[in-house]
DNA sequence: CGCTTATATAAGTCAAGGCGTATGCTTTGT
DNA sequence: ACAAAGCATACGCCTTGACTTATATAAGCG
């Protein structure tokens, strides 16, 4: 199954959402689906298992519970697929503004809203995409 | 039809990867996919019409030929999807530089000193259904 | 005009996949 | 050891959508 038809599930991408914010239990996540889509506990552990066969989650086991959290790469596959576009949109001279603007906003959410210097450090090589 | 869903599709993604290098007629299009896929040209005609439905081509007659290009709106809802996952790649510091080295290169490719007004800034979709 | 080229639509077939009910497999608590 | 909780798998039904062949529409050309 390609990435595109995974994503193409309504159910599959909210899940890939809740997962967003930290992993959660198939139990967490089939409240939330059952409340929202109204479908059977099976039918969203199968969704589960798309996401997981095709490395968009990845579960741990603790206990009886099952915790999913998401895994990047296949969205980052995606994302490097509509790269050829995105010169359709961020035009000429403002992409640098808007680019970062983007670098900003996600930094904040990645460290956190307090600008003092960092507990962790990584790191982290050059990615091109 | 999700945008998602219109993306699911190995024979419309090739399109719209053809699409992306400018304006081609129904034929072309036709030709290239019949080669690499070996489908029929109501086949292809009918993901065009797939394509143009959902707002991921426009099409523009000159005489008897169609010609299709990339209309990015939906490209870019897409786009914006992923947003939330960014972070999961895009990591903490790093960050910066990459999206600098990304700004630099797309302007490279589209150039042209056109100054203009700011740009659209942070959409803040929410997706539901 | 008729013929041809370019493209779209119609109708029918077939396979994939999403869902429900039923059931199996572990782990935990008593 | 047993029962229940938490999840996963099996299987059958039904819908959706991607094809194919056949045909319609429309413009260019002799």
Do not use: C, K
């Not at 600008?115 to 090589?125: F, I, L, Q, T, Y």
């Amino acid at each position: 199954m390609h990435a595109f038809d995974v994503l193409g599930d309504p159910v599959r991408r909210r899940i890939l959402e809740l997962l967003a914010d930290g992993e959660l239990s198939s139990g967490e996540v089939t409240a939330v689906i059952r409340d929202e889509y109204g479908i059977s506990q099976p039918a969203v552990s199968q969704h589960l298992r798309v996401l997981r066969d095709n490395g968009f989650a990845r579960v741990r086991a603790e206990g009886t519970r099952r915790l999913y959290a998401v895994e990047a790469a296949p969205l980052r596959e995606v994302d490097m697929w509509l790269g050829r576009f995105r010169r359709f949109w961020e035009q000429r001279l403002d992409a640098l503004a808007t680019e970062l603007a983007r670098g900003r906003r996600e930094r904040r959410i990645a460290d956190g809203p307090v600008p003092g210097p960092g507990p962790e450090e990584d790191p982290g090589h050059e990615e091109n995409r």
